[in-house]
């Protein structure tokens, strides 16, 4: 597999695997032991996760 990373900041890792056709999404919990949860995510997941975001962004935003 070879990741490449699309986004990183302190909690939130973003990498895709163009050869599996898949991204993984890593969210750290942060602090003194952090708590991690991965999301591997086929193409199709991804588009809907993709609009999911958007439509809580929407909420958001009203």
Not at 17 to 28: F, I, K, R, T
Not at 32 to 60: F, G
Request: charged share 25%.
């Amino acid at each position: 597999m070879a990741w490449k990373t699309i986004y990183e900041n302190d909690h939130i890792h973003l990498v895709a695997d163009e050869e599996q056709q898949q991204a993984m999404l890593e969210v750290s919990s942060g602090g003194y032991r952090p708590r991690y949860v991965t999301l591997q995510l086929p193409v199709a997941e991804l588009d809907q996760l993709i609009a999911a975001l958007q439509l809580a962004k929407q909420e958001l935003l009203k």
